[in-house]
């Protein structure tokens, strides 16, 4: 494995001055694509690093139609060769370069084949940079995805109908990978008449962002909690891709597909470009810093000869015209920064740009008119990042004391955010994402509440027992009731120490089971086998429970009658444990939904350990239930 997985490194310190902006940056690829357990491999993955701008890209080939073999490797290559003829990060013309390629393909297939059912289709993820931002493109169901601090950032979206369920709220992300209709496609590339090819604004890259793009193949058989764990403990790229392949061979429940991955280290990107300097300013730069008195006489000469020859109005029109050029390009770099840097919700960064753009303006205005409105929609802009860049700070106030268990100081921090935020346009989902956290954090407050009124009963001292034990009972009831709604939020230290507290309660005055003496169990033992011995055995726990509790009805000894509710009793407890279990299965297997099968299968252990001293479970069942449901909890961690 370790050997197939490519890695390279664009940094080469001895040409820096001499070969372009690649090499002031250092950006660390690795990629690898495989046929997984199919016969042939259907992926591609290829780039270009070129003095100025690089070209990433990875195509699955979405297996059918006449050209399904070679198509991946055809569109790579067609893309790659585009993008080296007229390399760029602008919009649209990467969608022109894609649409060509796509438009070409098509034809060469009606050339070939009569339907377009027989047309062979892919999917695509590209990334291309200057070194300083970057575009994305995609189309299909091959992903990219951008990891800053190890969070997913940014992600692409998958042209399918598994994805427009995802949009319309009917089921989860993660959900997307275990559908059949996630290879039902919406766009095909190289197929369909026309085709709309997804294209990113301008992303502003940070040192040690990662970039990730990768197939279906690799996808299906990870989560964005994987990837986001393993880029955190992966220090090289190499080690990222190979970690991540471990990751998804081991998730893998069928046959492997074909999967390609291709990981880029942003170590070192370069700053956003200021504008070029003009031709004035650099005839100042080389007066003043040229030692050569000859040539420095020689170049104010020059200067001069500008003046004179051109005339005083002349040059009074090419400086400012130089100057106006000058200000709009910063203007227009700024503003794209600015437009980035709010679209990654990095606020602080937005407000610095865009107050910079009024500057700008207002240094732009002693040269040419700018429009009122130009300045009115900066200062709208600014205003509400200024308001968002409060909001975000509130929110993250917020998340702390939720995590920290505050929650009287969480709803304070949401309100004021929400009370903050009013109704600009920028975030139209951030006031119901606030929403959402304030009612939680409102809920949890008023179960706070509740807890410590709990906490005191259950700690209430008196010298009398009868109102202590009464207190006591009273605060266990309290608890039962509050500690569902911990758990659902996952406080679960909270509810771990409820649960605890319960427990040790339940324990100390459960009722000490009647046990018949050593004479009479013997009688028990000489009793002919009831069939709910039998069914227990078989572990048919539901039907040995009514045959227990149909022999209690005709039972005619107190032996009897002891032994048959001391059964039934047990039998019940252990049908709460079994039905928590199963449920824990069920989600593991049909949901795929690992957190609620742990929670499952921790309260099933819970209800089970109840059993453990009780005289009518076989030891040898209540030690084999126990074990095989700490083995399920330890394949989960």
Known sequence: ??????????????????????????????????????????????????????????????????????????????????FIANPTIDKREIEKMLLSIHKKYRNMQSEEVNIEDDYSTCSIAMFVTDYAVATFASVGNARYGVLRNHKLVKKSNDDTLAYLQYEAGNILYDEIRFRKDKNIFTKRFGADRSIKINVSDIFVLRPNDRVLLYTQGAWENLDEEDIELISERAERPGKFIGNLVNKMKRNCFLSLGNYAFCGIYINRPLDVPAPPESSISKLKTQISKNKNSLKKKILVILALLILIGGGVPAYQKIKLNNQINSIEKEIAFTLEKGKAEIQEKEYAGAITNYQKIKDLYIELETYKEVPDERLKEIDSILEEVQILNRVQTLSKQGEDNLESYKFKEAVKAYEEAILTLGNISLEKNTKEILSQQLEVSKKLSEVQEIKIKADELYNYQSKNSKTRKAKQKEAIDLYKNIAPIYKEYNKNIIYDEIIEKINKYEEENKPKPVTPKKQELKKVVKLPAYRGDREFKEFKYYTSLKSYENALKGANTPEKKEYLKGKIAMNKQLLVAVELELKGDEYLEKRKDSKKAKKYYEEALVENKKLANNDYMPKDRYNAIINRLENKLKKLK
């Open 1 to 82: 494995m370790d050997k197939e997985i490519k890695e390279r490194e664009n940094e080469n310190t001895t040409q820096v001055s001499l070969l372009g902006r690649k090499y002031q940056s250092v950006f660390i690829t690795s990629f690898l694509s495989e046929r997984g357990d199919r016969p042939k491999n259907n992926g591609y993955v290829s780039y270009i690093e070129l003095d100025n701008f690089g070209c990433w890209v990875v195509v699955d080939g979405d297996n059918g139609g006449i050209f399904k073999d070679k198509i991946a490797p055809y569109i790579g290559e067609s893309i790659i060769e585009s």
